[in-house]
């Protein structure tokens, strides 16, 4: 029997770990031919393309700096010549530092909150204009954000937030832009999960969770699903949408 992403070629930004690896699993389980970049996690990035096509769907993964937005151009331009086109984008890499620091902080690590901004911010805005100029009628573009891209439920995340936010209403926008060609593009908001990104201070994680309706933190897999559903045929309406997957942190 035909799987609902059978033909579709995607795109996931982070593979190599995290909510990026579930995602790309996901993707392939429902049939997609999956690229995924990541920066420096070779091996990891490689045990996920073994693992993929291992149940035989088609995986590659492109080392790509997402903080570099020169690279993104010939980011696409490798998927293309690899599966010979693109549907689905999924927005996912990011990082975060900083957290737990106020903005007043005399310490601040700014050449690290500057490559922040460019990673979560630029570099996904270089991703996304590069893949609009060639994904096929019928796609997807999926951006992942947080709970902080739309609430600052606590101290010493501002830059972090910032960028999330600015993804967010980028996605909008782009939503806007490419409806006439019939590609869809949404947010999901991702919380808590037990992978890389998680706030360094214990007291500051307890906290956050007891913020949350379902007072726990969220698997990536549970993350992945929100994902791949706004990637598949059943969400060809929703667009512009953002999807809280984040336990509750805005209830
Ligand atoms: N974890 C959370 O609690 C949480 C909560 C809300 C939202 N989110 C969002 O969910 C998404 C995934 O988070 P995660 O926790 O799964 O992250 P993660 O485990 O830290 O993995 C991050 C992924 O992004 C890649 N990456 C980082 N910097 C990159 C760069 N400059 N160029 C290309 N790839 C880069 C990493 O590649 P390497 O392996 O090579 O470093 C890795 O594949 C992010 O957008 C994050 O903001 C996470």
Redesign the pocket.
Known sequence: MSKPLTGKVALV?????????ATVRLLAEQGADVAF?????EN??QTVVDEVRGKGTKAVAFK????DMSRAPALIDDVVAHFGGLDILVN?????VGQGRTVDDPDADTAALDRMHA??YL?VIAVIRAASRVLRAGGRIIT?????GSRVGTPGVADYSAT?SGVERYTMGVARDLGPRDITANVVE????E????PPNPETLKALVSSLSLQRMGH?EEIAAAIVFLASPAASYVTGAVLDA?GGYNA
Do not use: E, F
Request: charged share 5%.
């Open positions: 930004t982070g593979g190599s770990r995290g909510l990026g690896a970049t990541y920066v420096s996690s990891q990035a790509s700096d997402q903080a996912n890499a990011a990082i975060s990673t979560n570099g992942v954000s947080s709970g902080l999330k991702a919380g808590l999960m992978s890389g990104m998680q990536p984040h």
